[in-house]
């Protein structure tokens, strides 16, 4: 389990890192184009794709120690459970025959929802700020509109679209999303013996 959190937290220094990296670069000249952030978010969007796999496994590992600590340390502790066994066999069964317990589709809306939105808002307002200030202030709202085009090849309509759609998509799946917290809380036994995939 420590394995994997560490894994998350090397996938998610390399996100921050990135946005670092890209935010010094396209505001340190004029000359350094403003799609290079737009490119930054898709950098980010794979970031996150590997960070839910890895998430996958953590909450695997979790969910296994929560059925260690629920049988056989409550059992110590506590009532002795009908089926004093019961946690025995569904962790034989799982390390024999591994599950993931959740999908990784909700393992991405929960990483976007702990982490990854924020990287989101700030490189988008890297991104209007860098479109405002270089290579100076905008005259007019409309000129300021004329610099999202991305040269002669992506329209300016296209690059503000699909912007929106990408961050406002984003935040829709964050806040719609179970947090980590609330994945990670199995009830106690007896009910987490018959916990079911999470989706």
Known sequence: MTVWRQRLDVTNNWAILLTVGLTTFALGSP?????????GLG???ISIAIESRRYQHLH???WRLRILEAGFFGSLVGEAAADPQAWSRLLAADLAQPQLRLGVFAAACARLRRNYLMLFYFVTAVWVTKLFVHPHDPASL???YDRMAVGALVPKLFVVVSALLFVVGSTILAFRSR????LEGWPPCPALLG???DH
């Not at 000359?31 to 490119?39: A, D, F, G, I, N």
């Not at 947090?179 to 609330?182: D, P, R, T, V």
Request: proline letters at 4%.
């Open 31 to 39: 000359s350094v184009p403003h799609y290079s952030l737009l490119l």
């Open 43 to 45: 950098l980010i969007a």
């Open 60 to 62: 695997h590992s979790i």
């Open 142 to 144: 409309e000129e300021f």
């Open 179 to 182: 947090s980590c917290e609330a």
């Open 195 to 197: 916990c079911g995939r």
